[in-house]
T-cell receptor, first 116, second 114 residues
Framework: AQTVTQSQPEMSVQEAETVTLSCTYD???????LFWYKQPPSRQMILVIR??????QNATENRFSVNFQKAAKSFSLKISDSQLGDAAMYFC?????????????FGKGTKLSVKP | DTGVSQNPRHKITKRGQNVTFRCDPI?????LYWYRQTLGQGPEFLTY????????KSRLLSDRFSAERPKGSFSTLEIQRTEQGDSAMYLC????????????FGPGTRLLVL
């Protein structure tokens, strides 16, 4: 069974600085997708960024980028120029590329605080 | 595109009562998912539909839980004989067939069983 591990329950960053959130996963599959979702307090979960395992190039979305290391099964999220609105729970998630496996498998999350 | 909506947003019930939640997916999304999230944890998969067919159920979905999507549009999740351990946030998500790997989440229904 696949598992996702986020080893940092909480992280803190100064506004305008850069922070990296860690995620490791375990799978025997070669084709899959990885995601970072953001869940602000009392608000709904929002997709931040996604990565296809077959792509070597790391995904980027504005201030958000990932460091995808397939051999190491590592998928970290880098947030540049942190803003107060980035404060939230961040969840790393895995999804098999097999069509029959519909569900996302989530880590326990990292709570990010942004200091002004 | 109005996003995924869920009703009610909050529900307080007494142990032993039945509750039903509704999820309206993004229009034209033919996959719909239910997850449960307890405090301090990431969401855990419960079940998902493709159109009206329920394709997968987690072992977390006990006999007291039933989900339907009768016309392939909105879905309902019913919990019978609620227990205190059912207290959680119930999340719904939907996705497009062409980009089924990307799921869009609703705001959730927070259930408290007293």
């Amino acid at each position: 069974a696949q598992t996702v591990t986020q080893s940092q329950p909480e992280m803190s960053v100064q506004e305008a600085e850069t922070v990296t959130l860690s995620c490791t996963y375990d799978t025997s599959e070669s084709d899959y997708y990885l995601f970072w979702y953001k869940q602000p307090p009392s608000r709904q979960m929002i997709l931040v960024i996604r990565q296809e395992a077959y792509k070597q190039q790391n995904a980027t979305e504005n201030r958000f980028s990932v460091n995808f290391q397939k051999a190491a099964k590592s998928f970290s999220l880098k947030i540049s120029d942190s803003q107060l609105g980035d404060a939230a729970m961040y969840f790393c998630a895995y999804r098999s590329a097999r069509g029959s496996q519909g569900n996302l498998i989530f880590g326990k999350g990292t709570k990010l605080s942004v200091k002004p | 595109d109005t996003g995924v909506s869920q009703n009610p947003r909050h529900k307080i019930t007494k142990r032993g009562q039945n509750v039903t939640f509704r999820c309206d997916p993004i229009s034209e999304h033919n996959r719909l998912y239910w997850y449960r999230q307890t405090l301090g944890q990431g969401p855990e998969f419960l079940t998902y539909f493709q159109n009206e067919a329920q394709l997968e159920k987690s072992r977390l979905l006990s006999d007291r839980f039933s989900a339907e999507r009768p016309k392939g549009s909105f879905s309902t999740l019913e919990i019978q004989r609620t227990e205190q351990g059912d207290s959680a946030m119930y999340l719904c998500a939907s996705s497009l067939v062409s980009r089924e790997e990307t799921q869009y989440f609703g705001p959730g229904t927070r259930l408290l069983v007293l």
